[in-house]
């Protein structure tokens, strides 16, 4: 796969991406990453990126003009430029989830817009980005962290770059619910032990723990996916073992 992010700060994305699984996904030839000042696509002594929004109003606003150079100069060289998904992180556009993330990254080829000040340039939004992405229902200084949220929940989707094929396939999300408690040595730490099932060998007996683990823990933290989930008969019976409201015992003795 080959990212290009477009930002004011290209400096930021080096360190998260210069150490551990992403660096040896780069480093192998799973990923290509480039990264584009937009300031090098102004035409002007000062390399500007901004300037103050039609109307007044507090801050600044990222220009048209260097965006779409940028994005053009990416598309030159691309065999089918209709088709690259141009992709701008802002606060308005459409919730990221791991299916998004899924979604992202069945694509060979993604470019990302980070946007910066109070925004950028209406036009941008209208005429360039193909999707707009936001990480969450909050206000961040700059697209730059959302894009390196979404970066990282999409590379460690791709074939090869985790150590384990099953490991994206068992997180939290990943099918639509969150992920089962995980224990490792020692057994006995401070008294708190390792639930008996894990340690029985019983590989029937632990995926049916497992899998009660996910239902019961996405009912007490996350309770909205149940929703949207496609859960089969024994999730489901246990759903409402789970929610039923047990009946108080009658007293022994009537007063």
Same mark, same amino acid.
């Given at each position: ?64 003009? =260097? ?7 990416? @598309?030159?060289?691309?065999? @089918?430029?209709?088709?690259? =998904? ?68 999409? !590379? ?36 708190? @032990?390792?639930?008996?099932? !894990? !340690? ?30 496609? !859960? ?12 039923? =409201? ?10």
């Amino acid at each position: 796969m080959r990212i290009d992010v477009l930002t004011l700060f290209p400096q930021m994305f080096q360190a998260p991406f210069s150490f551990g699984i992403f660096k040896r996904a780069i480093d192998n030839g799973l990923v290509s990453l480039n990264l584009h000042n937009i300031r090098d696509y102004a035409h002007d002594k000062h390399h500007t990126a901004d300037d103050y929004p039609y109307g007044g109003g507090a801050g600044m606003v990222m220009l048209p003009g =260097p965006v779409f150079e940028a994005v053009e100069a990416i @598309k030159a060289g691309v065999e @089918k430029p209709d088709e690259l =998904p141009v992709i701008l992180l802002s606060p308005q556009g459409r919730l990221f989830t791991q299916e998004v993330a899924l979604e992202l990254s069945r694509q060979p080829h993604l470019i990302f817009i980070c946007g910066h000040y109070e925004g950028v340039d209406e036009r941008v939004c209208q005429h360039l980005a193909t999707d707009e992405i936001s990480i969450g229902d909050y206000v961040l200084t700059g697209g730059e962290v959302p894009a390196m949220v979404v970066i990282d929940a999409v !590379l460690r989707l791709l074939p090869g770059v985790l150590g384990s094929e099953a490991s994206p396939l068992e997180d939290s999300h990943a099918a639509g619910l969150l992920e089962y408690p995980q224990y490792t040595r020692p057994a006995d730490f401070r008294g708190w @032990k390792v639930p008996e099932v !894990l !340690l029985s060998g019983n590989h029937a007996e632990i995926a049916r723990w497992r899998r009660e683990q996910i239902i019961r823990r996405t009912l007490e933290r996350r309770p909205d996916l149940l929703d949207k989930a496609d !859960l089969g008969i024994e999730d489901k019976k246990l759903v409402e073992r789970l929610t039923t =409201p047990k009946k108080s015992g009658s007293k022994a003795n009537n007063e």
